[in-house]
Every structure is written in C-alpha cells, then in structure tokens.
C-alpha cells in the first residue's frame, strides 16, 4: 500500500490531535478508538481518527468519563445502542429454580418459555435465564390471574411488541428530525451537547407517558362501549320461543 496523502502515521496523528501516542493506544485498548491500517509494520490512521479524538477530548471537556464516552460513542456506532443513552433497565439473572418459584404458572412448559425468550423477555444461560425486564413478566402473570389465559397473554405481548417497536421508530425518528439532524447541521458545538443528551435522556419516559396516557384513554372508550353492547344484548327483546318458556 502507498501512503495516501490524507492518512497519518501515530505520531503525526499525536501531533495533530495534541494527544500523546500513549494516550492513542489506551483509547485503542479501551475501544474507543479504531485501529490502523497495517501497511507492512507501520500502521496508518485517518481523519475518522482525528474526528474522533477531537470527539472526545470534547467530551472530556463537558465532564464525562472515559466509561460514559465509550457508551456514547459505541451507541452511535452501532445504531443499536440507543438503550445504553437512556438508561436500560439491568438485566436479572435467576436460576431455573429461582424462575419457578418466582413465576411458576410460566414454567409450566418449555414452549412458552421459547416464545417468552423469541419476545426477549428473558434468554437461557447455561442453568440460569436471564430476565431483560422482570416487570414484563410480572405483569403476563398479573393478566393471567385475572382469567386470561397465559397462551392468551403471551400471544397479546408479541402483537404488542410488534406495535410498540413502530411507535418506539416514530418517537426516535422525532427525536432526529427535530433534534439530532439540526444539532449535526449547527456543526455539533460541544457547549450544546450536554442539552442534547439530556433531551435524549428525557425521550424515553415522555414516551413512555404519552403511549400510557393513549392506551388508558383507549382503554376506557373500549371498556365503556363493552358495556354498552352487554347491555343492550341484555335489554334485546326475547325470542318467541325465549319468552313462550319462560312463561311456562
């Protein structure tokens, strides 16, 4: 390979970025920086590299630690690790003891503990399971206990999840549209990404709130119009035949 005219050796990108060569390597060790490109036993490194030590010495600036900007950055990286910014709930790993003295009714078989592990409600470990979010399956036990059944409950949760994943896309798409994508435009001055993150931070329980506050609204406009077709099967006149029996 012959070097390209915009690709920087360590010390020149050392030197570029005001950052020693020692510094380089312990944010490569730590994965917040992408190795070179090997040519022969010299390795080469681009201006992505330099965007990105710039990135973080930013960072550093505003007060983050090198273990919060590494969660940033691998989020924007993946497109995936949206959860990491907003604060996931801690995973809870049991053993399968413990799962069954805790929800025993969803034990009962290993086909609903498959659908449960295809919804990622919990996945197998070895001879523990490991519960994303335990209130997701306090809350399936919950329903069943009120008379639904739990192949009833199971199968409402993944038509939910697949309803909750389009109103999750439209919440973030907002979030880019009229956030993120004016943020980039403005150049990403570093004074204004700690408003940033915080409007991110604050995204998921407005949603959260806003889908709860529509689904208890929903809720009742279809509980009260139940009510309304009971009654009036109740209050339909009877049948001949009905009426006939019921006056003998």
């Known amino acids: ?14 030197r570029a ?3 020693k060569v020692s510094t380089i390597r312990m944010y490569q060790h730590r994965g917040l920086l992408s190795g ?4 022969g036993r010299v390795g080469y490194y681009g201006h992505h590299h330099l965007h990105r030590l710039q990135l973080i010495a930013r960072l550093q600036e505003e007060g983050y630690s090198l273990a919060a900007i590494g969660r940033l950055v691998r989020a924007w990286e993946s ?3 949206l959860a990491d910014l907003l604060g996931e709930e801690e995973p809870v790993t049991v053993s399968r003891e413990e799962f069954e003295t805790l929800f025993p ?20 470990s070895g001879s523990n399971l490991i519960l994303s979010d335990d209130r997701l399956l306090r809350v399936g036990v919950a329903l069943a206990d009120t008379g639904i059944s739990l192949d009833s409950v199971i199968a409402e949760a993944e038509h939910t999840l697949e309803v909750t ?22 150049g990403m001055p570093s004074d204004e990404l700690p408003h940033i993150l915080d409007r991110l931070n604050q995204l998921q329980p407005l949603a959260v709130e806003a889908v709860a506050a529509a689904m208890r ?13 009971a009654m009036q099967e109740l209050s339909a006149p009877q049948s001949k035949t009905g009426s006939k029996e019921s006056s003998t």
């Open 1 to 14: 390979m012959t070097k390209k005219l915009d690709w920087l050796t360590i010390d020149e990108l050392s």
């Open 17 to 19: 970025a005001n950052v």
């Open 36 to 39: 070179p490109q090997i040519d």
């Open 79 to 81: 497109g995936r690790g």
């Open 105 to 124: 009714r969803l034990a009962e078989s290993d086909e609903l503990l498959a659908r449960l592990e295809a919804l990622g409600a919990l996945r197998q």
């Open 165 to 186: 994943e389009g109103l999750a896309d439209r919440f973030v798409r907002l979030f880019e549209r009229h956030v993120w994508r004016p943020y980039v435009r403005a």
């Open 217 to 229: 609204n929903a809720l009742r406009r279809a509980g009260d119009q139940a009510f309304q077709r």
